[in-house]
């Protein structure tokens, strides 16, 4: 039988998604606590990876096993993962979904405040912007519309055969005191890094210190970065994961604030 998960964590605790040798990640935490729970090797194939310290709101991840169990699988598992993973539903689903390689696209939102909170430091950016610049920021954002070439907002391009990724959607959101601000990004992929270096970018203008100008040349793949501005992990989160046969709404109730 194969069982999607549908999951959200609190990566600052975590080294990311994926398995690593040395450094702590969701998916050896879920492996290892439901290898103990079945007895028996678990794989848990995540719908994709999240770097260090990146939070998700929503995530998928599927497991194949043939053993039946009589037991509240999601209240046992929630109680032994502790306070960062949150196990939200089970899903039975057919044996050829893959949650990989079968989700159609995937929605990043990024979280700043922009002021002092002990609150949000852990779930959220901290940057001091100034206000004329807010609306750069946001005019700068819908250009990723126009292109599709992200070479020079990823972290190794050499990694892939091609850095082509299909935006489709961007929205950014301001409270009315302009003090927390929200940057939503849909592709149908994202490349290493690409959003954190994305938004660092748009943080850059926001303190004066890039004009759309120059952001839009890195699009155009006119000259690349004079530096390698990747914005702070802690206000990145993956916050939609859509597939064709699996329709859920966002976990906004998980977000560190609502605007």
Not at 7 to 36: C, M
Not at 110 to 118: A, M, V
Not at 171 to 187: E, G, N, V
Request: with cysteine; aromatic share 16%; hydrophobic share 35%.
């Amino acid at each position: 039988m194969r069982y999607f998960f549908h999951i959200a964590y609190n990566g600052g605790n975590f080294h990311g998604w994926q398995r690593q040798t040395n450094s702590p990640s969701v998916q050896q935490w879920l492996e290892d606590n439901l290898s103990k729970i079945f007895n028996q090797k678990i794989v848990c194939l995540g719908c994709g990876r999240t770097d260090a310290g990146v939070h998700a709101s929503q995530y998928f991840f599927h497991i194949d096993i043939k053993q039946h169990w009589d037991f509240d699988i999601i209240y046992k598992l929630n109680k032994m993962l502790g306070k960062d993973v949150y196990i939200i539903e089970l899903i039975k689903i057919d044996e050829s979904y893959h949650a990989q390689f079968d989700a159609k696209q995937r929605s990043y939102s990024y979280f700043i405040h922009r002021k002092k909170d002990p609150f949000l430091h852990d779930v959220s950016a901290e940057y001091e912007l100034q206000d004329a610049m807010i609306p750069k920021m946001e005019e700068a954002l819908q250009l990723l519309l126009k292109y599709q070439d992200y070479k020079y907002f990823c972290k190794q391009p050499e990694l892939y055969d091609n850095t082509l990724c299909n935006i489709n959607a961007v929205t950014f959101r301001k409270s009315a005191d302009l003090d927390k601000i929200r940057i939503d990004i849909t592709s149908n992929r994202f490349l290493r890094r690409m959003v954190r270096l994305i938004v660092g970018n748009l943080v850059e203008m926001g303190k004066g210190k890039l004009s759309i100008e120059t952001f839009e040349s890195y699009l155009n793949l006119e000259s690349p970065p004079e530096y390698f501005h990747a914005a702070y992990p802690q206000g990145l989160y993956l916050s939609k994961v859509k597939y064709d046969f699996l329709e859920r709404e966002e976990n906004k109730s998980l977000y560190p604030f609502k605007i």
